[in-house]
């Protein structure tokens, strides 16, 4: 998933997807102990998108708190 496309998703949609790939990146690392996987690279790439989804959901809580500040 790209950045890009991730900044345009809403709060709640951000957490569904977040909750998507934690699911996904559990079952990838089951996959991985019980049988071999097809495309090992998919557990670096699901970790890579959650951290995304968590910088992104910081980046908003900072503003949310720095916009209050300001007025």
Do not use: Y
Not at 7 to 13: A, D, F, N, Q
Not at 32 to 60: G, H, M, N, Y
């Amino acid at each position: 998933m790209k950045i890009k496309d991730i900044r345009e998703l809403s709060g709640e949609e951000l957490q569904t997807e977040l909750d998507r790939l934690h699911r996904q990146l559990f079952d990838l690392r089951s996959q991985a102990v019980t049988e071999k996987l097809e495309d090992p690279t998919l557990i670096s790439k699901a970790q890579r998108d959650v951290a995304r989804i968590l910088t992104i959901k910081r980046e908003r809580e900072l503003a949310a708190k720095a916009q209050p500040a300001k007025s």
